[in-house]
Nanobody
């Protein structure tokens, strides 16, 4: 299996910054796409930002200009730099990878355990 381990969450004041990281390990042949999702209490999980293996990125409108997603393919790691954080950014943030474990094998979604981000004064 592919394991995704997230780190970097915590408590921050509005306007502050956090940098999340997610390292993929285990049996990995290739990772086509990595993304960050988040889920606030009582709400559905939503895509925050994603990045392809070629470096193309996509963001939901509410985080554009504030968040930056990047990846290090050699390390199979994705990052999410979060600036100008707002209380509405409070959620559990989950790492996602769309990956192959073996050559010609199926592409599957893998999920991290989530890391809590709390933005509060």
């Amino acid at each position: 299996q592919v394991q995704l381990v997230e780190s970097g969450g915590g408590l921050v004041q509005p306007g502050g910054s956090l940098r999340l990281s997610c390292a993929a390990s285990g049996s990995i042949f290739s990772i086509d796409f990595m993304a960050w999702y988040r889920q606030a209490p009582g709400k559905e999980r939503e895509l925050v930002a994603g990045i392809t293996s070629a470096g193309s990125t996509n963001y939901r409108d509410s985080v554009k200009g504030r968040f930056t997603v990047s990846r290090d393919n050699a390390k199979n790691t994705v990052y999410l730099q979060m600036n100008s954080l707002k209380p509405e950014d409070t959620a559990v943030y989950y790492c996602n990878a769309y990956a192959q474990q073996i050559r010609l094998g199926p592409r599957r979604n893998f999920w991290g355990q989530g890391t809590q981000v709390t933005v509060s004064s």
